[in-house]
Every structure is written in structure tokens, then in C-alpha cells.
């Protein structure tokens, strides 16, 4: 995953519980509320990342989850400006108790910008806590300005047993090259499905799911992106996939020109792991050659009895890279 | 015309010849009767008085299956041709279709298949010489044990922690005596193939129901919790959303020793995974945006050196985790686990009280 979106995941991942690493926001009651929300503040507009609420207490925790290193003064103004009541309502929150919501803005950000970050905040006179991630933790910064329920969760940092969970595993600011693997995914879904044509917004709603969390702007730019990758995929591969650009109002789309589908079962196979073969960095390894693999046992099994092909386990076809 | 009735009469009981029945999920997309009608060939499909009920030819072979739909999801094809030509021609029809799919049982729903019954066989299958790249103790393991006390054997092997991870059921036979509703002999494979012989149709339903219904709660549970991401009204908001659902997380009970070899052969688009993927790695963890073959759909999926996480989409299949667990078990750790409780609980058989 980009290191830059680990931010914007490992928030996510705390309120998401039967992971790998504890979900300590959720244990302590927080929800995620929504995502990419757009607020009116009196210093201007600003899109929350990710907005976290607690049913019971109806304090709201909204997060801005730092790419890199800068701090946008103006940006974080408008976090300083917004409101309780203005996230309860642009996030559509139920309150399901009738007591005064309150907010909190905290920042995420990787380790190594850690002191840039709290540098600037300082500077700024903005009273945030940081959630700061580090490679095998997330601690918090600022706990001075945390509320309780935060500095509760975060008393001693929390261990990561695992990276944080890949919800969002690129965005529209990625480079073509990171995009290009989840467009390849979803052209190979198609292939499989037997589809002879599929538009660049079909492919881009199947290789990011979470497009629909996008404006309308947003989403044209992620289609574009799409849309480069897969003229890129085209052109390396030019005997499976044609490439036809948005024209007008016209979307772009994608014709499927020969699928491995169409062959027999190992032909199907090897299909298949050619347009991996042609991804691919490095070679595949081959299969291993086990000692006692193909035994004299099952040699001498043979004479007593029949066809044992017909087992569950279809024949497999070779690799034959 | 049949009826439902008639089917006691018509299937064989009889232990040279056993009835097999062999479940299938499908994904009719709203008509089960028009999928049946698309996957037979002309002529093949005959209604019958019950209208969940059909008759289906195998072409050019004097064989038929009966098709039962009354469960929408998990259709049974019951037949008394040989189990090798019903196989094949079903194995024909699955593979090449996105809607239907086999089921996939994992051990643990083989081991308890059914409360205080007497075994008749049991049998484990472990080929894990691909994925350990033989750094397993036990890379390859075919047991088939006969006898009453056959399941007490594999789970003492089960119960050996240096053993638990290559001893997975791979099938069980078992005979059932109840008073009321008869006895039957009944074997039952991972993938969801049953044999039966005895003296009532209506138990041996009842069993294949049973298994069923406690695979059904694994597929659907899996579902429950796959990720969905659903946006505002457009008219209202110009962006943002919601997101529900969590990775589905399984912990293997063994460490991957080595993980290039391990995703290279899982993500090689063969049998039975039939995952397709290109993997990328990064600090020892694994990346795949890969592809489940089996129904056309991505599968985002990270592997750790003892775990691996599936990043199921809301509208995807759950029987792609269970046939990946249910592979899993009999190709590297068939000790391994989910972290989700209610998954695992699942995976165990558990019925929630």
C-alpha cells in the first residue's frame, strides 16, 4: 500500500474490529460515521476524511489523515472552525441520545512527519492531537488536547501485529503504476465473467470500490487514471484488450478481444497465467520438487486398482513459462 | 409426472447401488428455474407436479438427476448413475459457469457431522507438497480408515499439535438409527458429494439439509461481514458516504517459511484455488489484488508469514473464503483458524444457542 494512504487506513482499521490488530476505538465505542465529508465552516470549506462518532455520548471525532508532511494552515483553520452540529449534520449521524454532540479533531500522520507536523500545529496555535504511526505502533501526540476517550485509548501506544487494513488502497492522487495492478484485477474479472465489453466507469466502480465516496470531480479524475492504465494494459497486450478513449459525452471502454475462457480447462489455465506472466516483476518460482513427491508406493498402488484420476482434484495444468 | 413423494421409489436405497446426491450453490439471479434451463441441454429439462422439482437428462447416457430447488442457494442433484459420470458431467457444467459452484465443507463440519453417531469410515487428504515447498513434516497424507471406532484415530492424530496441521476430513461415512425416521448408511465428502443407502429418503434429506444449513451459516456469515461503501444522495451531499464491514482474517497455525514460493503457487490461477493474482511484496507482507476464478470477482487479498486477509466485497460470494479455508486446510494448515468469533465458531460447526 502507499505509504501515504496508511494514514487514512489505519484510522479506519481502529474502529474495525476481528482484524489482526486490536480495534481500539471501536472498543471504546466509536463508530465510523462516514468518510470524505464535505463542512461549511466560517473560515471556508473543508473535506473531512474520516468522521468517527460514539452513539452513547455523541462526541464526534473528526480526522484528517496527512499524506506527507505539510500542513495546510488554511485547511486546519477550517477544522478549528467547525462545529458539532455541522458534522452531525453534513455526516447524516443519528444521535441516538439527546445530549449536546461534541467534537474533536485529531490528525494522522506517519512517524517520520511527526515533528513536522506537531511543528506546524504549534506554530499555527492549533490545539489537535496526532495519532502518529510508526512501523510496528500508533501512538498519540498532543495527548494534552485529547479528550478523555482518546487519551484512554491510546494510555500506552498501540502494538500493530500487522500493517493497518488496505480499505482504501489507492486514490485519485496515485500514480498510474500503483493504480495499474486493480485495473488489471478487474479486467481478468471481466475476461472470467465472459464480458466482451466493459466501460472505463464500470472498471473504475470494480477496481476501487470506494468510488462511490468521491464527488463528481474526484471521480472524473480516478476514471481518467483508469483510463490510462488501461490504455497502458492495452498496448502491452494488444491481442486481449482495445482500448477505446472517452470521446464527448461518450465514456471510454474496453473491448475483450480473446479470453481464456473460450479454451479447455488447462488451456483456460495457461490463459490465465499469462496475462500474470506479463505483470509480473520477477519470474514465478517454479513448483517445488518435493523428495518422495510421486512415490514408488503409489507406483505399486496401481496394481490393484483402477482410473484413480476420477478423484475430486481436476488434472492441473502445467506452467509452462 | 413426479411428485416429490415418488422419489422414495425411484431412488435406490439399495447398497450396491446407493443414491448419491450432489449439492451445488447457485446464484440464480432471480429465476433458479431459467439458470436450470440455461445450463441443461435442449430437451434435457423435464418440470415435474412439484415446482421446485426436476427431472434432468444427461445427454447421450440413460441417466437422469433429480433436481431439488426448495433450498434456493444450495440446489441437490439426486441420482442413481455411477458417481463418476454424475461428476463429470456436473464438474462440466460448475467450471464453465460464474453462477454455480460447489460446496466446499470445512473439517470441522465433517468431524461432527452429525451428534452421537456411530462412524463407519473416515478419511483425511493432504497435499501439501505446493505450499510447504516441503518444509512440512508431513507434505502429503491419504488415510481411509474402516471401522467403528475409525473417527477416534484421526482425532487422535488431530488432537498431536505436531500433527493437527496435515490431518484435515476430507470425507466421513456414518450410520444414523432413529426410531422414527428409519436408518441410513450416509457418506459425505468436503465438496459436498453424499452416498446413502437404508430405508428412508426423508432422513437422508434431512441429513444433507443439516449439512447444508451449517455451511450455509459460514457462507452467509462471511457475507454479513464483507465491505460495502455506500455514498450520500447526490443531491444532498457532494461527496462522502459510508463504509461497513472488516477484513475477514485467517491465522494459520503454522508460519509460511517461504512466502514467494507460498503466493506464487497459490495465486497460479490452478486447481483448486483457481486464484489468479500478480503478488507484490513489501516488508515480508504480501499484496494481491487477485481475481476468484471460480465466480469472476476480485478478491483483495494481504498474506502474512502466519496470516492472510480477505477483503470481501459487499454483493461477492462468502463461499470464496469458505472454499479458500476448506483448500487451505487440505493443501498447507488444516489447523487454521479465523479471527472473526462468530467466523470461527462457524468454521467449528458451532450453532449459535
Known amino acids: 500500500m502507499e505509504e501515504r494512504l496508511v494514514p487514512v487506513n489505519a484510522i479506519i482499521s481502529l474502529v474495525t474490529r476481528g482484524g489482526l490488530n486490536r480495534a481500539v476505538l471501536a472498543d471504546a465505542g466509536f463508530l465510523a460515521a462516514g468518510l470524505e465529508i464535505p463542512c461549511v465552516t466560517s473560515d471556508g470549506n473543508v473535506v473531512v476524511d474520516v468522521v468517527l462518532a460514539h452513539p452513547h455520548t455523541c462526541h464526534l471525532i473528526a480526522c484528517e489523515a496527512k499524506c506527507g508532511s505539510n500542513m495546510e494552515v488554511a485547511q486546519a483553520r477550517c477544522y478549528r472552525a467547525l462545529g458539532p452540529r455541522t458534522v452531525v449534520r453534513s455526516a447524516f449521524v443519528t444521535l441516538r441520545q439527546r445530549v449536546d454532540p461534541s467534537l474533536e479533531v485529531i490528525y494522522v500522520a506517519m512517524a517520520e512527519n511527526k515533528d513536522r507536523i506537531l511543528l506546524s500545529l504549534r506554530e499555527a496555535g492549533l490545539r489537535f492531537p496526532l495519532l502518529t504511526i510508526h512501523p510496528g505502533k500508533i501512538s498519540l501526540e498532543n495527548i494534552e488536547f485529547a479528550s478523555e476517550s482518546l487519551r484512554d485509548a491510546f494510555g500506552t501506544p498501540l502494538t500493530l501485529n500487522a500493517p493497518p487494513d488496505r480499505f482504501i488502497p489507492f486514490d485519485h492522487e496515485s500514480s498510474v503504476d500503483e493504480i495499474e495492478p486493480y485495473v488489471m484485477a478487474a479486467l481478468v474479472a471481466a475476461l472470467s465473467q465472459r464480458l466482451q465489453m466493459i466501460s472505463i466507469t464500470a472498471l473504475t466502480e470494480r477496481a476501487a470500490p470506494h468510488y462511490a465516496l468521491y464527488s463528481h470531480r474526484i471521480q472524473g479524475r480516478l476514471r481518467r487514471k483508469v483510463g490510462e492504465a488501461v490504455s497502458r494494459i492495452a498496448a502491452a497486450d494488444s491481442g486481449t484488450f482495445e482500448f477505446f478513449p472517452a470521446t464527448g459525452n461518450h465514456d471510454g471502454h474496453v473491448k475483450l478481444l480473446h479470453n481464456p475462457e473460450e479454451n479447455d480447462p488447462r488451456g483456460r489455465t495457461q490463459g490465465y497465467q499469462r496475462l500474470g506472466r506479463l505483470r509480473q516483476g520477477r519470474p514465478r518460482r517454479p513448483r517445488p520438487e518435493v523428495p518422495g513427491q510421486g512415490s514408488l508406493l503409489d507406483e505399486l498402488d496401481k496394481a490393484n486398482s483402477g482410473d484413480e484420476s476420477a478423484g475430486a482434484d481436476e488434472a492441473e495444468a502445467e506452467d509452462t513459462q | ?353
Open chain 2, 1 to 353: 409426472m413426479t411428485t416429490r413423494a415418488a422419489l422414495s421409489e425411484i431412488l435406490s436405497f439399495d447398497a450396491s447401488v446407493p443414491t448419491k446426491t450432489f449439492v451445488i450453490e447457485a446464484h440464480p439471479d432471480g429465476d433458479a428455474t431459467q439458470l436450470l434451463r440455461d445450463f441443461s441441454e435442449p430437451g434435457c429439462l423435464e418440470e415435474t407436479e412439484d415446482a421446485y422439482l426436476f427431472r434432468l437428462w444427461v445427454p447421450d447416457a440413460q441417466n437422469c438427476f433429480w433436481v431439488d430447488q426448495l433450498n434456493e442457494r444450495f440446489w441437490s442433484f439426486h441420482t442413481n448413475m455411477p458417481v463418476a459420470l454424475a461428476n463429470r458431467y456436473l464438474k462440466l457444467h460448475v467450471g464453465t459457469r460464474r453462477d454455480l459452484d460447489w460446496v466446499w465443507l470445512p473439517s470441522d463440519h465433517l468431524r461432527t457431522v452429525w451428534p452421537d453417531t456411530r462412524t463407519r469410515g473416515v478419511r483425511s487428504k493432504f497435499e501439501g507438497s505446493q505450499l510447504l515447498g516441503g518444509s512440512g513434516a508431513f507434505d502429503d497424507v491419504r488415510l481411509k480408515l474402516n471401522g467403528r471406532s475409525a473417527d477416534e484415530f484421526l482425532d487422535y492424530l488431530y488432537k498431536n499439535p505436531h500433527i493437527r496441521a496435515a490431518v484435515p476430513f476430507d470425507g466421513v461415512e456414518v450410520a444414523l438409527d432413529d426410531p422414527e425416521l428409519g436408518q441410513v448408511n450416509e457418506a459425505v465428502d468436503r465438496m459436498g458429494r453424499f452416498a446413502v443407502s437404508g430405508n428412508s429418503l426423508e432422513f437422508h434429506i434431512q441429513f444433507v439439509e443439516t449439512v447444508v444449513s451449517r455451511y450455509r451459516r459460514l457462507v452467509e456469515l462471511c457475507e454479513q461481514k464483507a465491505i460495502g461503501w455506500t455514498s450520500f444522495d447526490r443531491e444532498v451531499a457532494e461527496s462522502g458516504g459510508q463504509m461497513a464491514g472488516a477484513p475477514i482474517v485467517i491465522r494459520f497455525s503454522r508460519v509460511i517459511q517461504d512466502i514467494e514460493q507460498f503466493v506464487d503457487n497459490l495465486f497460479s490461477s490452478r486447481e483448486p484455488f483457481r486464484l489468479w493474482g500478480v503478488p507484490r511484496m513489501q516488508d515480508g507482507i504480501v499484496e494481491v489484488e487477485a481475481v476468484d476464478l471460480h465466480v469472476g470477482q476480485c478478491l483483495r487479498i494481504d498474506v502474512g508469514e502466519q496470516w492472510m486477509r480477505l477483503y470481501l466485497t459487499k454483493d461477492s460470494c462468502g463461499n470464496s473464503v469458505a472454499r479458500l479455508a476448506s483448500n487451505l486446510q487440505h493443501r498447507f494448515d488444516a489447523a487454521l483458524t479465523f479471527a472473526d468469533d462468530e467466523i470461527q465458531a462457524a468454521l467449528k460447526g458451532i450453532t449459535p444457542a
